[in-house]
Structures are given as C-alpha cells and as structure tokens.
C-alpha cells in the first residue's frame, strides 16, 4: 500500500495537537476536551484504515493542521512545542524496537479502552488515569525521555499528571503512525514544500 505527504502531514498533525494540549494544561491546569478525546481516540483506532481514519475526520484534525501551517511558515509561537515533537519523534524510534513494550503497552490500551467502552466516555478522568499509567509503566522509562515543563503547581497534581502522559501516549501513537506512512526525518529537509502545499490542501 503507498502513501501520500497527505496521509503523513495528518499523522504530524495528531502529534502537534496532542502535544500543544500537554503543553496547555502543564501550564494552566485545563485543556481543550474536544482535542483531547480526539488524541484518546486516535489511541483505540489501532485498526483504522486510512490516516484519516484514525482521528475520526478530517475536521478533528484542524488544530493540529493550523499548528503546523504556521510553523512550516516561522510563526510558531511556542519554541518548546517543536523541540517536544522532536523527542517524541526520537521516543518512537526506541519504542517500536522495544517488542516486550509494545506488548505491554497494546494491553494496556486495551484495558483502557475496555474501561472507556464501560463509563461511556474515552477522556473520562479514569480512562485518562489509565491510559497515563500505561505510559509511565512503560514508555516513559525508554530514552530519550520527553521532558515536559510548566507550572509546578499543576505538575503536582495527581490528575493533569495522568492526562500528561496520556497525551503523550497519544502523540506517540501518532508518531507511529507517521513512520507508517512513511515518514522520516528527511521529510523536514526534502519534502518541506511538499508537506505546506499539503497542510493547505488539508486546511481549505
């Protein structure tokens, strides 16, 4: 099967919303709950046909595309959101190596998701608890380790820990799928043109 700078530019759209949200509520304590469960989601999509369809839509991934139109263009306004998405970039590479974690971390997931299908809700605090778990228990111990900053005063707590690490769980999982498409890192340096016409052709 082949794909497209298309298919790759929605999977770097699922990392850089998933990652402006951990971004968002390590320094406010609150997130976007839309975005949120469209990270969660695209967590339990491991079967999904298309790129697309393991974000539900198109339109999910607007937040995402916006993020990147701007960056691909220097208008980023947030330096650690890149430099983040690079360590999970780098994170992914280590984890698909790792056979005893991905094992792991599949059932995990399916735990969780099993929890979600019961309360009804895939960002319900107990699924996101969950799904936070699974990346600290697993994930979080390979390296490079991603380092997340923010307030101290919602670091400490308990639940914007959880939904952390759940989006970061979220933002490997999109970074997995990235390399599925068939990204690389020469993308950034080759295809840059390639990936703006087709983050514009995603947003119009």
């Known amino acids: ?116 299908a019961e309360v009804g809700d895939s960002a319900h605090p107990d699924v996101l608890a969950a799904l936070g778990g699974v990346y600290a228990d697993t994930i979080s111990h390979l390296k490079p380790r991603v380092m997340v900053q923010g307030n101290p005063h919602y670091l400490g707590q308990a639940g914007v820990v959880a939904e952390i690490r759940a989006l970061l769980l979220a933002a490997v999982r999109s970074a997995v799928l990235w390399r599925q498409m068939g990204g690389s890192y020469w993308d950034f340096l080759f295809a840059r043109k390639a990936m703006v016409e087709a983050v514009d052709r995603a947003l119009s």
């Not at 974000?55 to 990147?68: C, I, M, T």
């Not at 971390?105 to 099993?114: E, K, S, Y």
């Open 1 to 116: 099967m082949s794909f497209t700078v298309d298919d790759r530019v929605l999977a770097l759209a699922g990392i850089a919303q998933a990652l402006q949200q951990v971004r968002r509520i390590a320094d406010t304590g609150h997130s976007d709950a839309a975005v949120v469960r469209t990270a969660i989601d695209s967590v339990f999509r491991l079967d999904a046909d298309s790129a697309a369809g393991v974000y539900g839509e198109r339109e999910a991934l607007k937040p995402g595309l916006r993020l990147l139109h701007n960056y691909f263009r220097n208008q980023g306004q947030d330096p650690m959101l890149p430099k983040l998405a690079m360590a999970v970039l780098q994170l992914e590479r280590r984890f698909i190596s790792e056979q005893a974690v991905i094992d792991k971390v599949t059932d995990g997931i399916a735990r969780a998701q099993r929890q979600a």
